[in-house]
Nanobody, 117 residues
Framework: QVQLVESGGGLVQPGGSLRLSCAASGIFFNIYAMDWYRQAPGKRRELVATITGTGSNTNYLDSVKGRFTISRDNTKNTVYLQMNNLKQEDTAVYYC??????????WGQGTQVTVSS
């Protein structure tokens, strides 16, 4: 059974930085794309960033391009989201996600990111 466990959220001032981590277990990690989603209060969950299994390709939500970086360490079964120059509109619960034919969608429990002065 696949499990995803996020960490690294918290309270940060506008312009600050945070790094989220997502540790995966129960999966041949290096062959699956991994994603970060976020959901703000009263809004739909949205895809923030995606990285392929090898890490060779990434994609980002337009509003985070140039500020967020997704990366992965396949030796540690971990995917990261480095978030710089954070804005109040980045406040949300951030979720790690993957999809497999056998299991469908797998989500982590989420980690809260709050950007506030």
């Amino acid at each position: 059974q696949v499990q995803l466990v996020e960490s690294g959220g918290g309270l940060v001032q506008p312009g600050g930085s945070l790094r989220l981590s997502c540790a995966a277990s129960g999966i041949f990690f290096n062959i699956y794309a991994m994603d970060w989603y976020r959901q703000a209060p009263g809004k739909r969950r949205e895809l923030v960033a995606t990285i392929t299994g090898t890490g060779s390709n990434t994609n980002y939500l337009d509003s985070v391009k140039g500020r967020f970086t997704i990366s992965r360490d396949n030796t540690k079964n971990t995917v990261y989201l480095q978030m710089n120059n954070l804005k109040q509109e980045d406040t949300a619960v951030y979720y790690c996600h993957t999809w497999r034919t056998s299991d469908g969608d797998t989500w982590g429990q989420g980690t809260q990111v709050t950007v506030s002065s």
